[in-house]
Structure formats: C-alpha cells, structure tokens
C-alpha cells in the first residue's frame, strides 16, 4: 500500500538524531488505494441494493401479473360456471314446469271424469226417481180412474143426464193431476240443473284462480331467473319446499272442498227429499180433497135423485 521510500542508512547516531515523516505526497499514494477500494465497495453494495430492488420490483411485477392472470381466469372460469348452472336451472325450471303442467292436466282430466261420473249417477238417480215417481203417479191415477170409472158406471145406470157432467169433471181432475205432474218435474229438473250449474261455475272459478296464480308465480319465478341466475340457483331448495307446502296446501283444499261438496250434496239431497215429501204430501191433500168433493156430489146427487 504504501511506496517504499529510500533512506539513507547512516549510522545509528544520525538515524537517532534525524527522523524522516512521511510526506504529502506519499500520504496521497497511500490514501488513494484505500478510496478506490472503499468507493468499489460502496459502488458493490449500491448495485447488490439495485440489483435487488430491481429483482424484489420483478417479483412484485410477476406476482402481480400472475394474479391478474389468476383473477382473470378465474372470473372467466366462474362466469362459464354460472352460465352453465343457469342453463343447467334453466333445463331444470323447463321440465318441472313440463311435470306441472302435464300434472294439472291429468288433475283435470280425472276432475272431469269424476264430475262426469258423478253428473251421470245423479242424473240416473233422478231419472230412477222420476221413473218411480211417474210409475207411482200413474198407478194412483188408474185406481183413481177405476174407482171414478166404478162410479161412473153406478152413476150412468141410475141418472143418464148426469154423465156428461161426471165425465167433465174427470177431465178436469185428470188435466189437472197430469199438470201437477208436469209441475213437479219441471221444478225438480230446475233445481238440478241450477245446483249442478253452480257447482260447475264454482269449480271453473277455482281452477281460474289456481291457474292465474300458478301462471303469476311462474312468471315471477322466470323474471327472477333472468335477473339474477346465481340467486335462482340459491332459492331452489326454497322453492322447492315452498312448492311442497303449495301441494299440500292444494291437496287440503282439495279435502276440504270434497268435504263441503259431500256436506252440500247430502243437505241438497236432504231438502230435496223433504220438498219432495211436502210435494207429495200436498198433492196427496189435493187428491183427497177433490175425492172427498167428488163423493159429497156423489151423496148429494144419489139423495136428490131418491128423493
């Protein structure tokens, strides 16, 4: 490091007495190395510092573009995921709406037979009663007839003037018991006919009102499925339970509507029944009355011709 400088080798003496320092010039020579070697260190550690800020910047630049990357993936990847859920929901919404519709058709189709059968059974029921009802009408009237015939007869032989009037007012009770009749049945088929007439508008009204309701849910649930697939796809389960609770509710309604039907249809049946004994009861008055008339004329006549 330091240059060797060339003393004079004297004697012991005289290296005693003069005693040489280093000069300005030599401190410079020995100053000089010791710079470049601390100014190379420095510049050493200056680019080691750069050199890793630069790799530490790489890094952080890499991480950064790799979770870009990452993150741009996996945004693609959940966008394809949630399409194809969607259409996976949207397949499945399809077919279950396919499934209700197909079974709100068969529930249609069996409600219809089973009215239709029950319409038929009624209306054999009634036809049954009618046919009861006019068989028991005509034979009351052919002993009714007899009897008047019988008496006629008797009448005939003993006063010939007065058979015209007897035969006229047979006429009359005849017409008379065959309009009754007639009455009678024009009211009773009414009857059946507005009670079945009201049981067909309410049932139509009801299956109105649970399709629009069906068809306004749907709707909603479609309006909610374009909104928001990812929400759909959450809300299944609760759909599903929501649907379940909905064809529970459906088949108690149904229970109970088949409750209120039976009840009606015994309290109609019922009231048909009492209208009908009242019916009977009054016609069977009136018959007794005019019999009762026709036998007091009878007496009065058969006095006034012994007199």
């Known amino acids: 490091m330091f240059k060797k400088t060339s003393l004079s080798v004297t004697s012991g003496s005289t290296q005693k007495k003069k005693k040489k320092y280093p000069t300005i010039s030599d401190l410079c020579a020995a100053i000089i190395p010791i710079q470049k070697m601390a ?7 200056v680019m080691v ?18 979770k870009r990357e990452y993150v741009q993936d996996r945004s693609r990847v959940i966008t394809i995921q949630s399409l194809q859920r969607a259409n996976v929901a949207r397949n499945q919404y399809k077919e279950l709406r396919s499934r209700m519709a197909i079974a709100v058709r068969v529930q249609s189709w069996h409600r219809g037979v089973r009215a239709r059968s029950e ?10 009663i009618q046919k009861q009802a006019r068989a028991n009408l005509a034979t009351k009237h052919y002993h009714t007839v007899l009897r008047k015939i019988i008496v006629l007869q008797a009448v005939a032989r003993r006063i010939p003037p007065r058979t015209a009037y007897v035969e006229h007012l047979t006429i009359q009770q005849a017409f008379l018991l065959a309009t ?15 009670s079945k007439y ?5 049932d139509v009204i009801l299956v109105q009102s649970m399709a629009r309701r069906w068809l306004a ?19 299944r389960a609760r759909g599903r339970c929501a649907r379940l609770k909905y064809v529970n509710t459906l088949r108690k309604i149904g229970i109970c509507q088949r409750v209120v039907r039976k009840w009606r249809s015994a309290r109609d049946v019922e009231q048909r029944r009492v209208e009908k004994q009242k019916e009977e009861d009054e016609a069977a008055t009136q018959i007794e009355a005019a019999w009762r008339r026709f036998a007091d004329r009878r007496e009065y006549v058969m006095t006034v011709g012994g007199e």
Do not use: P, Y
Request: include cysteine; hydrophobic fraction near 50%; proline fraction near 0%.
């Open 180 to 194: 009754s009749a007639t009455v009678i049945q024009s009211q009773w088929r009414g009857n059946c006919c507005a």
């Open 119 to 128: 319409l038929a059974r009624q209306h054999a029921a009634a036809t049954t």
């Open 198 to 202: 009201d049981l067909a508008i309410r």
């Open 217 to 235: 849910i749907a709707d909603a649930k479609m309006n909610r499925e374009e909104r928001d697939a990812a929400v759909i796809i959450q809300s």
């Open 39 to 45: 100014r190379r260190f420095l510049a050493r550690r």
């Open 49 to 66: 510092k750069r050199a890793r800020d630069i790799v530490l910047v790489q890094c952080v630049l890499r991480l950064w573009m790799a």
